[in-house]
C-alpha cells in the first residue's frame, strides 16, 4: 500500500522472498525508492551465505509491492517474535525493512507465499 506523508514521499510496501532448501528467507520492506527493494534482496542473500543456508535448485527471487497485504505481513512477523521492529513501523519516514527466516512447513510461510 502506498501511504502519502506530511511532507514525504509516499511509502510503498514490499514482500520480497527467496526460496531456500528447507524455506524461505522472507523480507518485508517499506521505501520511497524502489531501488532499495534490491539492496534489501542483497542483504537477504547474503544473510542466508552467511548462515550457509544454500539456495534452493531454482533461487527465483520473488517481489510484491503490497496493497492490504502489509498489514498481514506486519502480523506475522509479531506473531513470530518480532516485537523490535513494531516500534520503527511508526517512526519510518523514508525506508524500513525487516528480514526474517521460515520453515518451507511452517503455516505462516504458505500465508507470506500467497501474498505474490
Same mark, same amino acid.
Given at each position: 500500500? =502506498?501511504?502519502?506523508?506530511? %511532507? =514525504?514521499? *509516499?511509502? =510503498? ?13 522472507? %523480507?518485508?520492506?517499506? =521505501? ?21 543456508? *544454500?539456495?534452493?535448485?531454482? *533461487? ?10 502489509? &498489514? ?31 520453515? &518451507? ?12
Amino acid at each position: 500500500m =502506498t501511504k502519502k506523508r506530511k %511532507g =514525504t514521499t *509516499p511509502l =510503498t510496501h514490499y514482500l520480497v522472498s527467496w526460496p531456500l532448501i528447507g524455506g524461505h528467507v522472507h %523480507g518485508y520492506v517499506m =521505501t520511497a525508492e524502489r531501488t532499495d527493494v534490491m539492496r534489501v534482496l542483497e542483504v537477504m542473500i547474503e544473510a542466508a551465505e552467511k548462515r550457509k543456508i *544454500p539456495p534452493s535448485l531454482v *533461487p527465483v527471487a520473488l517481489i510484491t509491492p503490497l496493497d492490504d497485504g502489509w &498489514q498481514l505481513v506486519r502480523e506475522i512477523i509479531s506473531a513470530n517474535g518480532g516485537s523490535g521492529p513494531a516500534a520503527q513501523w511508526t517512526k519510518a519516514k523514508d525506508f524500513h525493512y525487516t528480514v526474517f527466516f521460515m520453515a &518451507q512447513d511452517h503455516p505462516d510461510n504458505r500465508r507470506l507465499l500467497d501474498l505474490h
